[in-house]
């Protein structure tokens, strides 16, 4: 019988990479929303930034 602490660890660890994935791969409802869309970003120190927000492959 494998030791239990042995099985505990590894299943935190498998996890933990499951949820690293699923939560990589999610993306925000709002930003849906801008698909296709050229998206400005303007920073605190004042420079602005445009976004060209295609789809990822």
Do not use: W
């Not at 505990?8 to 801008?34: G, H, Q, W």
């Amino acid at each position: 019988m494998p030791d239990t602490f042995a099985v505990i660890i590894i299943f935190i660890i498998l996890s933990t990479v499951v949820a690293a994935f699923v939560r990589r791969r999610s993306r925000d409802k709002c930003l849906k929303d801008f698909l296709h869309d050229l998206v400005t970003l303007e920073k605190t120190t004042g420079k602005i930034i445009y976004l060209s927000n295609q789809p990822q492959r």
